[in-house]
T-cell receptor, first 110, second 113 residues
Framework: GQQLNQSPQSMFIQEGEDVSMNCTSS?????WLWYKQDPGEGPVLLIA?????ELTSNGRLTAQFGITRKDSFLNISASIPSDVGIYFCAGQYTGNQFYFGTGTSLTVIP | DSGVTQTPKHLITATGQRVTLRCSPRSGDLSVYWYQQSLDQGLQFLIQYYNGEERAKGNILERFSAQQFPDLHSELNLSSLELGDSALYFC????????????FGPGTRLLVL
């Protein structure tokens, strides 16, 4: 099945730094979701985007629905140790299944 | 806590065996989805049920089957297990049938030896 390309694949950053990651697709989507997964746990929904160009924040997290509808971006500001985990994007064209990205592994160095 | 529960948390079995994974959706959610997550494949959609009926099928093998019961809990049956079936199996739920925002359970880690 289709898989979304996420980059970077992994990141090692200092505590306090900002983080940016993105997700691209060859198809257009009507919904983009961003999840965080801790080791051995299920993905937890962070942000949902439903409209091209939409910018949505959840605390220190901000995500954007790309205007081409083929990409989305997630930014984390002032990273802290508990931000460690794998971040997944997921895209959907209305009524169809969600396709998930390959994940970005984030390590925050105290 | 997403409100989605899955049992068991861990399962170790042998090749050729059959196992059943169980999922209870969030209160009020009528849709249940099953996903497989392996190291080299990422999250793969297997199957969706809505209010007891199969709604959508993804990359589900013929050896795998699922059902959703009247109380809305769901079971994923994996048979003739192979080493490659070792993975994390997640259940997710949502209110509507149209695969909108989904909330994931903690997963069942299956190890086939």
């Amino acid at each position: 099945g289709q898989q979304l390309n996420q980059s970077p694949q992994s990141m090692f950053i200092q505590e306090g730094e900002d983080v940016s990651m993105n997700c691209t697709s060859s198809s257009i989507f009507n919904t983009w979701l961003w999840y965080k997964q801790d080791p051995g746990e299920g993905p937890v929904l962070l942000i949902a985007l439903y409209k091209a160009g939409e910018l949505t924040s959840n605390g220190r997290l901000t995500a954007q629905f790309g205007i081409t509808r083929k990409d989305s971006f997630l930014n984390i500001s002032a990273s802290i140790p508990s931000d460690v985990g794998i971040y997944f994007c997921a895209g959907q064209y209305t009524g169809n299944q969600f396709y998930f990205g390959t994940g970005t592994s984030l390590t925050v160095i105290p | 806590d997403s409100g989605v529960t899955q049992t068991p948390k861990h399962l170790i079995t042998a090749t050729g065996q059959r196992v059943t994974l169980r999922c209870s959706p969030r209160s009020g959610d009528l849709s249940v989805y099953w996903y497989q997550q392996s190291l080299d494949q990422g999250l793969q959609f297997l199957i969706q049920y809505y209010n007891g009926e199969e709604r959508a099928k993804g990359n589900i093998l013929e050896r795998f089957s699922a059902q959703q019961f009247p109380d809305l809990h769901s079971e994923l049956n994996l048979s003739s297990l192979e080493l490659g079936d070792s993975a994390l199996y997640f259940c997710a739920s949502s209110v509507l049938p149209t695969q909108e925002t989904q909330y994931f359970g903690p997963g069942t880690r299956l190890l086939v030896l």
